[in-house]
């Protein structure tokens, strides 16, 4: 099973931006689709955004569209959240996937252990 590590997360006014780094091992990454999700206090764990394996593939949810960008490289074993026009309700916990196959259609098979993100207003 994969480890996954999430770094960037911290404090950010409203309209700054952050860069959240998910570095993956134990397993070929270049294999499996990869995704962010985030939770925020007394809500459910949802998907903010993912990409398929090679990164010809993306989606975003609607409340990120046109601000947040997921990217992966894999000579690095690394995907990336970059967040810009961060609001307050972007506030969460963000968490690291890694899914099971090529494409985020599948199972997710590994969590990271998340970073916070607080956007102040």
């Known amino acids: 099973q994969v480890q996954l590590v999430e770094s960037g997360g911290g404090l950010v006014q409203a309209g700054g931006s952050l860069r959240l780094s998910c570095a993956a091992s134990g397993g070929t990454f270049s294999n499996y689709a990869m995704g962010w999700f985030r939770q925020a206090p007394g809500k459910e764990r949802d998907i903010v955004t993912a990409?398929?394996?090679?990164?010809?593939?993306?989606l975003y949810a609607d409340s990120v569209k046109g601000r947040f960008t997921i990217s992966r490289d894999i000579a690095k074993n690394t995907v990336y959240l970059q967040m810009n026009s961060l609001k307050p309700e972007d506030t969460a916990v963000y968490y690291c996937?890694?899914?099971?196959?090529?494409?985020?259609?599948?199972?997710?098979?590994?969590w990271g252990q998340g970073t916070q993100v607080t956007v102040s207003s």
């Open positions: 996937a890694a899914y099971s196959g090529s494409t985020y259609w599948t199972n997710i098979d590994s």
């Open positions: 990409i398929s394996w090679n990164g010809g593939s993306t």
